[in-house]
């Protein structure tokens, strides 16, 4: 039997702007999903999988061989719910062909397959979910170059609420496209690239997070409840909240520290009950 893990991902600035050439900020999550490959006689089946979604056979036949294998699947990541499920999918499955071949998946490797898995889901992704994935530490990602190390100066504390509906990240990716949003566009890939430039001087980035949510908003990919959740946390304290992913569903991120965190998660909680975490991301040194 061969294994391969890979984490999902959180995209701190730039979602959808990073679709049109535009740069977005992200890191890996401590969720993970771990693909495992056996060989059995026959066509290669999907024999046990905590994903349950129609496009699992097709994405798979984009990457892995036809004939011979039996694939396992187990995810921590809910998925469709902008925190990279398919995208951590496709790297641990690019990583667990290489250990059939007795290596490690290269970064290149994983990224360039990786693709193909990624557009039997999204359509026309612009490569960020599997990139962080890839990486696995904070990124800063502009569509055809090479991801690039984002350095922190101090880690950053988020509450992540998942509003439990997924959002289609294709037809929401297709719906901005219709509308053509470019001055909002070019703004929040603004918005990433100066927040990258203060989280590596420590500076805090929360309006940034806010402004975003209200762009995203104009662009059509929240919901009611995205923005509902994003005004409680600020309401609780958090210094900036947003949606992060494709969005229509999915989840918000908001920023605190020390003297908000209670107060946010509480508040949190008392709308998507038992869908709230806390997460760290932390400096690529440290990190993992
Ligand atoms: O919601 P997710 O995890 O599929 O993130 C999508 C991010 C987009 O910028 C909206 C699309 C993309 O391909 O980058």
Same mark, same amino acid.
């Given at each position: ?34 693909? +495992? ?29 036809? @004939?011979?294998?039996?694939? &396992? ?15 951590? %999918? ?9 250990? !059939? ?16 898995? #990624? ?13 962080? &994935?890839? =990486? ?11 991801? @690039? ?9 988020? *509450? ?23 001055? #909002?566009?070019?703004?929040? /890939? ?20 806010? #402004? ?10 929240? +919901?009611?409840?995205?923005?509902? %959740?994003?005004?409680? =946390? %600020?309401?609780? /304290? ?21 003297? &908000? #965190?209670?107060?946010? !998660?509480?508040?949190? @909680?008392?709308? *998507? ?8 991301? !932390? ?6």
């Amino acid at each position: 039997m061969w294994t391969g893990r890979a984490p999902g991902k959180i995209i701190l600035l730039g979602e959808h702007a990073v679709v049109y050439g535009y740069r977005a900020i992200a890191a890996a999550v401590d969720l993970c999903t771990t693909v +495992t490959l056996r060989d059995r006689p026959g066509p290669t089946a999907i024999e046990n999988s905590s994903i349950d979604d129609a496009r699992l056979a097709a994405a798979f036949a984009s990457i892995v061989p036809g @004939e011979g294998l039996g694939i &396992s699947i187990e995810s921590e990541l809910p998925v469709g719910c902008g925190m990279g499920s398919s995208a951590a %999918l496709a790297v641990a499955t690019v990583r667990a062909l290489a250990a !059939r071949e007795g290596r490690q998946a290269t970064f290149a490797e994983c990224y360039e397959k990786g693709f193909a898995l #990624e557009r039997v889901f999204h359509g026309n992704p612009s490569g960020l979910d599997h990139a962080v &994935s890839a =990486m696995g530490s904070p990124v800063i990602y502009r569509r055809g170059h090479p991801a @690039e190390g984002l350095p922190l100066a101090k880690p950053i504390r988020l *509450v992540v609420a998942n509003t439990g509906v997924p959002g289609n990240t294709a037809e929401l990716v297709a719906g901005v496209k219709a509308r053509k949003p470019s001055g #909002e566009l070019l703004r929040l /890939g603004a918005l990433a690239e100066m927040a990258a430039a203060r989280l590596a001087m420590g500076q805090p980035i929360g309006e940034f997070l806010t #402004e975003a949510q209200r762009l995203l908003r104009k662009i059509g990919v929240s +919901t009611p409840q995205l923005d509902d %959740l994003c005004r409680a =946390m %600020l309401g609780a /304290g958090a210094q900036g909240a947003k949606l992060a992913g494709a969005g229509g569903g999915g989840i918000v991120i908001a920023l605190v520290d020390g003297f &908000s #965190e209670a107060d946010v !998660r509480d508040v949190a @909680e008392s709308i *998507v009950p038992g869908r709230v975490y806390a997460i760290t991301i !932390r400096p690529a040194a440290t990190s993992r």
